[in-house]
């Protein structure tokens, strides 16, 4: 969801990683790359996105760095492979958020290139008891 340059929310999908398409056995990277393309093309996922790995024992994912999130270009071979190697227990949980901007499309800012900004912001609402 956006609001004139301003992103409120990014498309995110959530699946368990044994769901999430890896190289099978004697697979080539071009084979792989294709089948990936086409899951990602099924589920309306784009070719760019981050990717978290929440390990479905979190106490083991807080210490690690599964909970950063890491970027995937499903056209490079090495982050998916990357992507493969950290979705690695079939019952973590792999959430997938969209790029906003894409890379491409990143403000310039005079002399200092291009670069987004991201801001997080908690909101809280409280109910007024009578």
């Known amino acids: 969801m956006e609001v004139g340059r301003v992103t409120l929310a990014r ?3 959530g699946l368990p990683a044994g769901e999430l398409p890896t190289p099978r056995k004697g697979e080539g990277e071009v084979a792989y790359l294709v089948r990936f393309a086409r899951w990602l093309a099924e589920h ?3 070719r760019r996105f981050f990717a978290r790995v929440i390990p479905a024992d979190r ?3 807080f210490f690690t760095k599964a909970r950063k999130p890491l970027y995937v270009d499903a056209a490079n071979c090495f982050l998916l492979f990357d992507l493969a190697r ?3 227990e079939p019952g973590d949980l792999v959430v997938l958020e969209e790029v906003l901007p894409d890379l491409a499309d990143n403000p310039r800012y005079g002399d200092d290139g ?3 900004t991201e801001y997080m ?10």
């Open 121 to 130: 912001f908690q909101l809280t609402a409280t109910v007024e008891r009578p």
């Open 86 to 88: 950290a979705a690695g």
């Open 44 to 46: 309306g996922i784009p």
């Open 11 to 13: 498309a995110r999908w």
């Open 59 to 61: 106490a083991k994912g």
């Open 114 to 116: 291009k670069r987004v």
